[in-house]
T-cell receptor, first 117, second 114 residues
Framework: GAVVSQHPSRVICKSGTSVKIECRSL??????MFWYRQFPKQSLMLMAT?????????EQGVEKDKFLINHASLTLSTLTVTSAHPEDSSFYIC?????????????FGEGSRLTVL | GNSVTQMEGPVTLSEEAFLTINCTYT??????LFWYVQYPGEGLQLLLK?????DKGSNKGFEATYRKETTSFHLEKGSVQVSDSAVYFC?????????????FGSGTQLTVLP
């Protein structure tokens, strides 16, 4: 089956630093990837839709200058949390859909837990 | 807007017990409905889906029926196993037949004891 891998799975950083999280589709090409954020005991919240070769589309209320998303290739999307603060601590999950398929399931990464001290 | 309300957990059952996790939704049009499962330390996996009213999704002994009249998509399993311990997410996509732009419920932690 299709595999989506995230790295790192856990990261701890100091306040004010930037952190990059990678999302890779290992055995398929993904035109579109999605980034979610999950707070403890809460829903996954869609942050942005990442399209290969174009700018990401952010959901309302998500700061695009805080959460930089780049989708440089059909197998890699990155989320950079810039100048991270403790309130950015969360569980971030990416998902990907097969290239050129508008229907069908999404494949999810394992998630990345960010802790900002 | 679209929303999914899911039964709060955690849920603890003994092996071979019957499982129901309630899920209701609010959406316009004809959404597609999904159940995802997240095992410890892993990503979300699609468990089952239904794309139109009265459809029944099933997989690994789990079932859920798309009930438009009650806007529900409850997850059931007749006899749970220890290996079913995981977090279960109900989700919807506003696009019929598509998994784009999923809206998730809050997740239900299931623990099955031997």
């Amino acid at each position: 089956g299709a595999v989506v891998s995230q790295h790192p799975s856990r990261v701890i950083c100091k306040s004010g630093t930037s952190v990059k999280i990678e999302c890779r589709s290992l055995d398929f090409q993904a035109t579109t990837m999605f980034w979610y954020r999950q707070f403890p005991k809460q829903s996954l919240m869609l942050m942005a839709t990442s399209n290969e070769g174009s700018k990401a589309t952010y959901e309302q209320g998500v700061e695009k200058d805080k959460f930089l998303i780049n989708h440089a290739s059909l197998t890699l999307s990155t989320l950079t949390v810039t100048s991270a603060h403790p309130e950015d601590s969360s569980f971030y999950i990416c998902s990907a859909r097969y290239r050129d398929r508008l229907t069908g399931e999404l494949f999810f990464g394992e998630g990345s837990r960010l802790t900002v001290l | 807007g679209n929303s999914v309300t899911q039964m709060e957990g955690p849920v603890t059952l003994s092996e071979e017990a019957f499982l129901t996790i309630n899920c209701t939704y609010t959406a316009t049009g004809y959404p597609s409905l999904f159940w995802y499962v997240q095992y410890p330390g892993e990503g979300l996996q699609l468990l089952l889906k239904a794309t139109k009213a009265d459809d029944k999704g099933s997989n690994k002994g789990f079932e859920a029926t798309y009930r438009k009249e009650t806007t529900s998509f409850h997850l059931e399993k007749g006899s749970v196993q220890v290996s079913d311990s995981a977090v279960y997410f109900c989700a919807l996509s506003p696009y019929s037949g598509s998994a784009r732009q999923l809206t998730f419920g809050s997740g239900t932690q299931l623990t099955v004891l031997p």
